[in-house]
Every structure is written in C-alpha cells, then in structure tokens.
T-cell receptor, first 111, second 115 residues
Framework: QQQVKQSPQSLIVQKGGIPIINCAYE??????FPWYQQFPGKGPALLIA?????SEKKEGRFTISFNKSAKQFSLHIMDSQPGDSATYFC??????????FGTGTSLTVIP | GAVVSQHPSWVICKSGTSVKIECRSL??????MFWYRQFPKQSLMLMAT?????????EQGVEKDKFLINHASLTLSTLTVTSAHPEDSSFYIC???????????FGSGTQLSVL
C-alpha cells in the first residue's frame, strides 16, 4: 500500500515557470513532510521540509503548501531554472520512524 | 547540512562474488541508518533499518542472508551483497538520521553492476 501518493509523474515547464508537485497521505500520525531533489546517479538531497503545524514554508525559490484537513502537501518552485531539472520526491514520517517516499516526479525546465 | 559519505560510487563485479558498500556519517553520529534500493526512474525502496550495535531490521521480501548489514559504530554502516547475481544490479543508497532529529541525509549512492 502506497503511504504517500505523488503526482504528476513527469512535468515540463518553461524557464521562469512555476512547477507544482503534489502529494497526498493517509496516515494522520505523520508529523514531518520533507521534499528531496535527486539528480541522475546521485543520492537524494533534502530540499525543504514542513511540519503540520504550519500551512506554508518558504526557502528561497522553494515553497511547501500544506493542507492538513485534506492530507495534502505540495512543492512550488518559483522562477524555475534549467538547473532545477531533476527528480523530486516527497516523503512523510513520524518522528523516529521510517520515511515513506512518493513515487517521484521528473521535472524538466526548458530554457 | 550533514554529510553522509558512501563508497564506492560504482562497482562492477562477476556473478558469485561479494561486494561491500560503506556508508559513513562524517560530521554527526547516526544512531539509525537506512539502506535503500532504487531502480531506474523509480522511487526508493527501503531494504533495511540499521541501528548501531544491534541487528538490522529487514523489510519484507529482502533476504537478510544475501544483504548483510553491519552497523558497528555510530558513524559507519556497511551493506554486503553476498554471492551477487545480475538481478542484484541496482542503485543502492544509504541514509542516516541526525540523532533524534527527524532530518534524513543521503549518501551519493552506489551503482552495482553484476556481470
């Protein structure tokens, strides 16, 4: 059973556009929601994370929107650049326990 | 962020041989490390959870005798693929949790190719 559902599977945007990647979860016990960025042949790198006590968190060009009642959270990338082309994974966990990852979104930013 | 070093980055071996992959937390003590397997264009599949000084906890379907995990110190965990076969070819990634913190940091991964 997929604990975290992620969409879309792939996304293509023009440079400067705002790609949005969505994730949904079922387990209301999850209390930590990170996003990871992965380039080909590399391990995932922590991008930004949020806890359910806030509805939005922004770090640079990356913003997480969190909707606790809908059990959904999303990643927005402002002013996207070709260098942002990568695979993005959302995840969810309860403190001290394992992480559950989404299926990933392959983002391509066209110059 | 915290640094997790994983070696080797890639390895090619003959079928039937064993391969060891190392995962080190360079600037923090990791009481828990995780090992993942990733197939091309797919998500991370958790193989096992490794706790320092105790036996690893394997996920369902993962052969513990084939994928030996050792977490002998707070900064080092190793994964040994024993008697490797072509179907074991994959991208293996380790990760470490920063103490009691929720943050999870990943190594750079190891591409294993078994001929």
């Amino acid at each position: 059973q997929q604990q975290v559902k992620q969409s879309p599977q792939s996304l293509i945007v023009q440079k400067g556009g705002i790609p949005i990647i969505n994730c949904a979860y079922e387990n209301t016990a999850f209390d930590y929601f990170p996003w990871y960025q992965q380039f080909p042949g590399k391990g995932p790198a922590l991008l930004i994370a949020i806890r359910p006590d806030v509805s939005e968190k922004k770090e640079g060009r990356f913003t997480i929107s969190f909707n606790k009642s809908a059990k959904q959270f999303s990643l927005h990338i402002m002013d996207s650049q070709p260098g942002d082309s990568a695979t993005y994974f959302c995840a969810a966990s309860t403190t001290g326990n394992q992480f559950y990852f989404g299926t990933g979104t392959s983002l391509t930013v066209i110059p | 962020g915290a640094v997790v070093s994983q070696h080797p980055s890639w390895v090619i071996c003959k079928s039937g041989t064993s391969v060891k992959i190392e995962c080190r937390s360079l600037d923090f003590q990791a009481t828990t490390m995780f090992w993942y397997r990733q197939f091309p264009k797919q998500s991370l599949m958790l193989m096992a959870t490794s706790n320092e000084g105790s036996k690893a906890t394997y996920e369902q379907g993962v052969e513990k005798d084939k994928f030996l995990i050792n977490h002998a110190s707070l900064t080092l965990s190793t994964l040994t693929v024993t008697s490797a076969h072509p179907e074991d070819s994959s991208f293996y990634i380790c990760s470490a949790r920063l103490g009691g913190n929720e943050k999870l940091f990943f190594g750079s991964g190891t591409q294993l190719s078994v001929l």
